[in-house]
């Protein structure tokens, strides 16, 4: 099947479960202050869906890679007491 005239967006939204809330780490413009936490995970139509997260178009894959980048930066990172090297955050 050929692809040729179609066009794709392609869009990044980056989540963390931490502490049983899920925070949005692509809000914030790197405040984490600022950050959307405690967002709402619903089942919809067409499957899961987290009301209020940030979705970011990108049309290269450096600049999918920026967004994981910066995403990666607001994470929680709480080392557990039997495992240092380990986080408590899922993203």
């Known amino acids: 099947r050929s692809l ?19 925070h949005d780490l692509l809000s914030g413009g790197g405040d984490s202050a600022n950050m959307n936490t405690n967002l709402r995970v619903r089942e919809a139509r067409d499957g899961v869906v987290v009301d209020a997260l940030t979705h970011q178009s990108v049309s290269t894959a450096e600049e999918l890679l920026d967004f994981v980048s910066f995403g990666s930066t607001q994470r929680v990172v709480a080392a557990m007491k039997m495992n240092a090297r380990s986080s408590r955050g899922h993203a």
């Open 4 to 22: 040729t005239g179609s066009q794709f967006v392609v869009q990044i939204s980056y989540v963390e479960v931490y502490n049983e809330r899920i």
